[in-house]
Structure formats: C-alpha cells, structure tokens
C-alpha cells in the first residue's frame, strides 16, 4: 500500500541524474512555503533512488531559498560509490533557482557488522496526564505543543548553562493528541 506522503514526493525521472518533484501545498508551513523537512524527504528519496544502498546513514541539508509548491527540478551526483558505502549530492531548483542542496551517504543496514544501536523502541514513560502542570513559564494556548513533565540535565529550562547539555525527556502533546516523547529536546524547542 502506498501512503499519501509516498505519492507526494513520487519522482519522475528524465534521465540517471535528473527528475522533478511535483510538490503540494499540503505540506506548507505558515508561511505558505512548503515545510523544509518536505523539500528534504523529496532530496534524499532522489538521492536513494540512485544510489547502490538504500540506507541513508548520515544527511545535511542547506535551505538556500524558500521553496514553494508546483514543479521543482532535482539534479543528482555521485561523489563516491563504495563497497559499504555510497556519497551523493541532490540539487533542487524551482524557477531556474536552486532552493536546497542535500550531501548524503548511504549504508546497507542489513550487511553491517559489529556493534549497533537501536532506538526503534519508545522509552518507558508515564501518562501525560500523571506529570503535572506544563513547563514553568510556557502557556499551552500560546504554543502548538505542551510539554509536560520534561526532566532536564543538568538544569530546568532558562538555566542552561554553556558547555552543559539540555537533554530531557516528558510528554509532549500536540494538537490534542499526546505523544510520550524520549527525544533530546534543545533548551527552548518550540518546533517539535
């Protein structure tokens, strides 16, 4: 079964190294610009499509310019191809202009050997109901996202000091739903 957001960053291909995206606006921030994790997934399942492995390992991406929905064009290059792994380069252009560059190196996650970690399991956490009133100083109305019971190292929020972590972990509810969170979360997250 193919999911809606498969078929939103569906690529059509005009050679090995170029095809185009057509991007919808639902994925538009307030802005009215498409999300940047949006263009990004487009980038890297270009750059998959290609490459001789098809776990991506490791990814950076550069937003050079908003884009926007409609047609966006893809460019992709090899810098390495290896034995465990493979380098590529995308570049996405809408208009004649490139909006984001993405440099990625995939893996095969099923020939590795040697140690590995998995964090495929949600960490066990309470109910968000159970851990309390929100964070001090945050106003739920005010944000898209509450956080509540969020335990950080090695100070609370406002208290982060340079050199130190501000790693935590609670509950963060969105929108109504609640979701059990085990992520680091930077001092001063707003977008979760």
């Known amino acids: 079964m193919e999911h809606d957001f498969d078929q939103e960053t569906r690529l059509n291909w ?9 991007l919808t606006d639902r994925w538009n921030t307030v802005s009215g610009n498409p999300n940047g994790g949006y263009l990004m997934a487009a980038g890297v ?8 492995h ?23 290059e090899s810098a390495r191809e290896g034995r465990r792994t493979s380098t590529r380069e995308a570049r996405m ?4 202009v490139e909006i984001l560059r993405i440099v990625a190196t995939f893996s095969d996650f099923d020939q590795a050997d040697g140690r590995s970690l998995s964090l495929a399991e949600m960490p066990d956490l309470p109910s968000p109901d159970d851990l309390g009133p929100c964070m001090p100083g ?16 090695p100070g609370r ?16 509810t ?14 001063g997250a707003q977008a979760l």
């Not at 969105?174 to 001092?187: D, Q």
């Open 14 to 22: 005009a050679g090995e190294t170029s095809c185009t995206a057509q």
């Open 45 to 52: 399942r270009a750059l998959q499509e290609r490459s001789a």
């Open 54 to 76: 098809p776990d991506p390992l490791v990814v950076s991406a550069f937003f050079l310019r908003p884009g926007s929905s409609g047609s966006a064009e893809i460019q992709v």
């Open 93 to 96: 252009w809408q208009g004649g």
């Open 138 to 153: 945050q106003d739920p109305v005010d944000h898209a996202a509450d956080l509540r019971g969020l335990e950080e190292s």
């Open 157 to 172: 929020a406002g208290e982060h000091r340079p050199g130190q972590s501000g790693v935590g972990t609670g509950s963060v």
């Open 174 to 187: 969105a929108r109504g739903a609640a979701v059990g969170c085990g992520l680091p979360l930077p001092h």
